[in-house]
C-alpha cells in the first residue's frame, strides 16, 4: 500500500509518543491506534498500518533470542544478559531456547543482527569455502 508523506509523518510523530524512558510502550501504541481508528483523520489507515510497522520492527530490534545446543549455566546465562544490555541497551527482551541442532556453542539473533559461534555455524561455513 502506497501512503503519502503527510500519512507517514503523522505516524512516525505518534510514534515517538509511545516511547516511555526511551522504551517502546505497546500499551501505549495500542491506545493510539484504537485513537486513531476512532478518530479517523484524513488516511488514518495509512497512518494506522505505518504506526503497526514501525512498532513491529522496533520490538524485533528489541528482542533477542539466544540459542544453545545445551541449557546454559546461571552465570554464563547472567553473563549474556549484561553483555546484550550494555551494547543494545536497557529494555532488551532475552529469551533463551534449546537447539540441539547447533551441535555445540551459541547463536545469538537480535533484530536482524546474529552472532553465530555454534559447531554448526562453522561447519556450513567450512562447507560453504569448499
Do not use: W
Amino acid at each position: 500500500m502506497k501512503i503519502s508523506k503527510l500519512a507517514r509523518r503523522a505516524a512516525k510523530k505518534l510514534f515517538r509518543v509511545c516511547f516511555v524512558n526511551g522504551v517502546l510502550d505497546e500499551e501505549r501504541v495500542r491506545q493510539v491506534v484504537a485513537r486513531v481508528l476512532q478518530t479517523k483523520p484524513r488516511a488514518y489507515l495509512a497512518i494506522a498500518s505505518h504506526l503497526l510497522r514501525l512498532s513491529k520492527l522496533e520490538i524485533e530490534r528489541r528482542t533477542a533470542r539466544v540459542e544453545s545446543a545445551m541449557p546454559l549455566a546461571g552465570d554464563l546465562r547472567g553473563e549474556v544478559q549484561n553483555t546484550l544490555t550494555r551494547v543494545y541497551g536497557p529494555g532488551l527482551r532475552i529469551s533463551f531456547v534449546e537447539n540441539p541442532g547447533l551441535i555445540g556453542g551459541i547463536r545469538v539473533k537480535v533484530g536482524s543482527d546474529v552472532y553465530d559461534g555454534s559447531i554448526q555455524g562453522r561447519l556450513a561455513a567450512l562447507e560453504q569455502s569448499f
